[in-house]
């Protein structure tokens, strides 16, 4: 979609918004194309395995509420399709990593505290 097209078939006042969503879907298959463009295995090779859990996360999360959008344009209320659930159930799940994530984090922090505080006491 051209930033300066002006089609008169729609309101002036929202063709900035049908503008910016035009840029967003043009973002959107450019990751798509680039995360498309490494092999699956090629990818999670390279990760640890809590890494590998947000990468496949995501996906699921992107790509359903990409079917989300098209249900939506299609007439059909999302709230009462089964890819409701399936979202929730992805959520739920990210949050699990989230908080594996963050005792990671947190235990990490008390390793550099302990040394911190042992490095005091031996000074």
Known sequence: MAAEEI???YPVEIHEYLSAF???IDAVD???KNMMSVSRNEL???LDPLEQAKVDLVSAYTLNSMF????ATQGVNPKEHPVKQEL???RVYMNRVKE???KKKAGSQKVH???FFHKIILW
């Open 68 to 71: 989300w959008i098209y249900l």
């Open 30 to 32: 450019e990751m798509l």
């Open 7 to 9: 089609n008169e078939d």
């Open 22 to 24: 035009g840029n967003s």
């Open 100 to 102: 594996m994530t963050d």
């Open 113 to 115: 505290l302990l040394f």
């Open 44 to 46: 999670l090779q390279k």
């Open 88 to 90: 929730e159930r992805i």
